[in-house]
């Protein structure tokens, strides 16, 4: 009976170490497998942020948005001057008189519904990144207290109306031209 005990314990033993020897087994494949995928991930993303950095290189920046005065250089500052005095009396300028316009409501859309900003291939987005940016670099002294940044939404809907005639409509909300 007791040897039968020992058999027993003995082959209870023997199982119990079979078991955790294959379990142990079946561990460091796993943990080998984990690894290779670790290093496989590490690889793909490392050649994605190559990829990516290339990209940039390459197309200057395109990848991540131009900027609001890239914008304004390419496709505003072929009438309006890089330097945004424009060519009075056929381009206006777009420093101070915009600010000062600014104090009647009515000329806020008005600044995107010029043919020149309405009519651009710039994203809602981009132009009103744009106008704000053009506000902000000629307009400084001039703006409203109050002034807040045009939005994306705003320029959306603003967008939708195309003025037929810009001057009557400066000159009906707030005033004409006063070129020197
Ligand atoms: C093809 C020439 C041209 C381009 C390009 C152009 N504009 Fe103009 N812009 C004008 C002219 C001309 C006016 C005067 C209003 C009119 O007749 O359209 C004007 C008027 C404006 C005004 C109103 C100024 C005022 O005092 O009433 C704003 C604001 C303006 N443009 C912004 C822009 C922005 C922003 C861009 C670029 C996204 C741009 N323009 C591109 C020619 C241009």
């Not at 902000?136 to 003025?163: C, M, Q, S, W």
């Amino acid at each position: 009976m007791r040897s039968c005990d020992y058999a027993q314990d003995d082959r209870f033993l023997h199982r119990h170490s079979a078991h955790s020897e294959v379990s142990s087994l079946r561990h460091s494949a796993r943990s080998e497998a984990q690894s290779q995928n670790l290093i496989r991930n590490v690889r793909i993303a490392g050649s994605v942020s190559t990829l990516f950095l290339l990209l940039v290189l390459l197309t200057g920046n395109a990848a991540l948005g131009a900027s609001p005065r890239t914008n304004y250089l390419l496709y505003c500052s072929g009438c309006h001057l890089p330097s945004g005095i424009g060519n009075p009396p056929n381009v206006p300028t777009l420093h101070d008189e915009l600010g000062r316009m600014l104090v009647v409501e009515e000329m806020r859309p008005y600044l995107v519904q010029v043919p020149g900003s309405s009519q651009t291939p710039l994203t809602d987005a981009d132009l009103a990144a744009v106008v704000n940016w053009m506000l902000y670099e000629f307009n400084a002294g001039t703006l409203p207290k109050d002034f807040e940044p045009l939005t994306v939404e705003e320029v959306t809907e603003a967008r939708k109306t195309i003025l037929a005639d810009p001057l009557k409509y400066r000159i009906q909300y707030w005033k004409d031209y006063d070129f020197d």
